[in-house]
């Protein structure tokens, strides 16, 4: 694939969560019609269903991608056996979920749950400073848990309260 071809399909897909994201603020995504979307982001509705299905596709492709590279950046740096920079991705973390917090939200009311997501990307990112890929996995999973309930729960407390807590938690069960 060209260099071309690939800005063309990263402009196309920037249009489509533009008009979604313009359009979700007087209606539900479920309610958003497909041919709706496609007038909005100036596309054909052929070029829709060559990428997606419907249009909470989108937003899990989104939230996939930002998870993603968030989750990656977060941990790149940093060794999760250390304390502090177990803190560090903790905190990071929480930043990056609530500072999103929308899109996130937006996800889970459609039926999505951001948990899978979460716990293949902490799984993977903890392994690396872990023997035990199953401690990572249930740590990750427990990480998750907590994370999507503190957004459920409507982001009362703040990131660092909660980095805090899964610092905690993570910690005593990696000593």
């Known amino acids: 694939m060209t260099k071309n071809m690939i800005n063309?399909?990263?402009?196309?897909?920037q249009a489509l969560r533009q008009a979604l994201w313009s359009l979700s603020r007087d209606k539900e995504i479920e309610e958003i019609t497909v041919s709706e979307l496609c007038r909005q982001a100036n596309i054909?509705?052929?070029?829709f269903y060559k990428y997606y299905s419907v249009?909470?596709?989108?937003i899990i492709e989104y939230v996939e991608e930002i998870c993603q590279h968030a989750l990656y950046e977060i941990t790149r740096n940093h060794d999760?056996?250390?304390e502090h920079d177990l803190y560090q991705i903790m905190l990071d973390?929480?930043?990056f979920y609530y500072n999103?917090?929308?899109?996130i939200s937006m996800f889970v009311q459609n039926g999505k749950t951001v948990l899978p997501i979460m716990q293949r990307i902490f799984t993977n990112g903890l392994s690396k400073g872990l023997k035990d890929h199953s401690l990572a996995s249930f740590i990750s999973g427990g990480?998750?848990?907590i994370i999507l309930q503190w957004g459920l729960n409507g982001?009362?407390?703040s990131p660092e309260e909660i980095a805090d807590l899964l610092t905690t938690y993570t910690y005593r069960l990696m000593s």
């Open 8 to 13: 063309k399909i990263i402009r196309t897909k």
């Open 44 to 47: 054909n509705r052929t070029t």
């Open 55 to 58: 249009p909470v596709d989108l």
């Open 80 to 82: 999760p056996k250390n």
């Open 93 to 95: 973390t929480c930043k």
């Open 100 to 103: 999103n917090q929308e899109v």
């Open 143 to 145: 990480v998750s848990a």
């Open 155 to 157: 982001f009362k407390q």
